[in-house]
Each structure stands twice: as structure tokens, then as C-alpha cells.
Nanobody
């Protein structure tokens, strides 16, 4: 069974940092795209970042560029997102997602992703 398991969310004050993890099991995603999305209450799901699981360019939403970065641990089949300088507007449920098919470039649309993590809540207080 293919699973993406997320962890690392929580409550943090504005200006603080969190690190989210996305661990894959059931298959390898080395050539797949991995996307990060978030959804705040009453809002549509929003693109945050995307990249190929194995590496290469990472694409960030303008709202998080310079504050969020991606790292990988291939031995653990896990990808991490470091979120710094958090703002109250970053409050949302965060999801990681992966495509089933290999891709040369990551897609920015959540509709193109096949596997989803369960989501983790990030709350930033002012």
C-alpha cells in the first residue's frame, strides 16, 4: 500500500520556524513529482512548492519564496520542508503529494497529483 505520512506541524509564534516531514512507503518516487500544498479554512487548496522527488529545481509560490526550503533523505525515502519566518497567513493544513507517473518537471496543480499525505496543521499566532 502506497502511503505518504506527514509530521511536524504545530503551533508557533510569528517569526518562528517549523520543519515538516513527508515519508513515503510502498513504492519509490525517485522520478515522480512531489508537491506541497496548503489549505486554510474557507479557502481553496494552494500551491506551496514542488520538485522532483530525486532532486533538481524546486518551484516555490511567491508567498513562501525565501522562507521555505526543501531537503531530502533518500535513505529514509523522506523529504523535509523547513519553514522559517512564519507569518499568521501561513496558518493552514499542509499536505505533501506525489505523482504516480515519472515526470521531467514538477507540476504546480494539485489536480495532477495521485498520492496524498493525511495533512498536518500549522498554526502561526501573531
Amino acid at each position: 500500500q502506497v502511503q505518504l505520512v506527514e509530521s511536524g506541524g504545530g503551533l508557533v509564534q510569528a517569526g518562528g520556524s517549523l520543519r515538516l516531514s513527508c515519508a513515503a512507503s510502498g513504492r519509490t518516487f525517485s522520478s515522480s513529482a512531489l508537491g506541497w500544498f496548503r489549505q486554510a479554512p474557507g479557502k481553496e487548496r494552494e500551491f506551496v512548492a514542488a520538485h522532483r522527488w530525486s532532486g533538481g529545481n524546486t518551484y516555490y509560490a511567491d508567498s513562501v519564496k525565501g522562507r521555505f526550503t526543501i531537503s531530502r533523505d533518500n535513505a529514509k525515502n523522506s523529504v523535509y520542508r523547513q519553514m522559517n519566518s512564519l507569518k499568521p497567513e501561513d496558518t493552514a493544513v499542509y499536505y505533501c503529494a506525489a505523482t504516480r507517473a515519472p515526470t521531467r518537471a514538477p507540476t504546480l496543480s494539485w489536480r495532477d497529483y495521485d498520492y496524498w499525505g493525511q495533512g498536518t496543521q500549522v498554526t502561526v499566532s501573531s
